[in-house]
């Protein structure tokens, strides 16, 4: 699967950002997505995630304020930002994975995904 991210962009501390994840095969029940991120000279973190039934996990920092999702019928997955921070300032990537292992760890293991696109930005400004 081939996946492109957009929608990223600079806004300030409270606003929103819908990032998409436009996918080249069918996402309905082939694979588990999800989101991580890189902020300069910090590790991968894991964001959000769909398991294979649908279910969602968030790393706690985004609870409340961030919602993955998914549309079938165009095969995109997204992530609703809203109340944006300084401290969520990184790379943003989608990634998708075929196996069970996958689906079952949640949002923390999404950085290990098989596949991620190319990132798009994010920068909130205080």
């Known amino acids: 699967v081939l996946l492109v991210e957009s929608g990223g962009g600079a806004v300030q501390a409270g606003g929103s950002l819908r990032l998409s994840c436009a996918a080249s095969?069918?996402?309905?029940?082939?694979?588990?997505m999800g989101w991580f991120r890189q902020a300069p000279g910090k590790e991968r973190e894991g964001v959000a995630a769909?398991?294979?039934?649908?279910?969602?996990s968030y790393v706690a920092s985004v609870k409340g304020r961030f919602t993955i999702s998914q549309d079938n019928a165009k095969n995109t997955l997204y992530l609703q930002m809203d109340s944006l921070k300084p401290e969520d300032t990184a790379m943003y990537y989608c990634?998708?994975?075929?196996?069970?292992?996958?689906?079952?760890?949640?949002?923390?293991?999404?950085?290990?995904?098989?596949?991620r696109g190319q990132g798009t930005q994010v920068t909130v400004s205080s």
């Open positions: 095969d069918d996402i309905s029940s082939s694979y588990c």
């Open positions: 990634a998708a994975d075929p196996g069970l292992v996958a689906c079952s760890r949640g949002y923390s293991y999404v950085p290990n995904f098989g596949t």
């Open positions: 769909l398991d294979s039934d649908h279910g969602t």
